[in-house]
């Protein structure tokens, strides 16, 4: 099992940055790929893929909507990965979620077995 605790989110205007912070425990991190995924309002369950990077940061890959503006990284001596978000839009507003997988990642969030439990991202205009 793997616990994953979000952080970061709030409230910020168009435009602005923000960095979002996923906390795991349980089994060995380093063994995981991570992932970021997020769920706007009103757009029933499924999880739009936004960012992975898989175990040793061997391999990145982003969503075309935040190519250039969001960056993920992961910190193993921390059990932490972080999303880096920059140039932020109204569309960006979401519950950010992050994920694990111990076989690899996919843009496909039902491949995904361990999640957290999100936190809200708004962008004002």
């Known amino acids: 099992q793997v616990q994953l605790v979000e952080s970061g989110g709030r409230l910020v205007q168009v435009g602005g940055s923000l960095r979002l912070s996923c906390a795991a425990s349980?089994?060995?991190?380093?063994?995981?790929?991570m992932a970021w995924f997020r769920q706007a309002p009103g757009k029933g369950k499924e999880r739009e893929f936004v960012?992975?990077?898989?175990?040793?940061?061997?391999?990145?890959d982003y969503a075309d909507s935040v190519k250039g503006r969001f960056t993920i990284s992961r910190d193993d001596a921390k059990n932490t990965v972080y999303l880096q978000m920059h140039s932020l839009r109204p569309e960006d507003t979401a519950v950010y979620y992050c994920a694990a997988s111990s076989v690899g990642y996919s843009h496909n969030w039902t491949f995904y077995n361990y999640w957290g439990q999100g936190t809200q991202v708004t962008v004002s205009s």
């Open positions: 349980g089994r060995t991190f380093s063994n995981y790929a």
């Open positions: 960012a992975a990077v898989n175990t040793r940061s061997s391999h990145y």
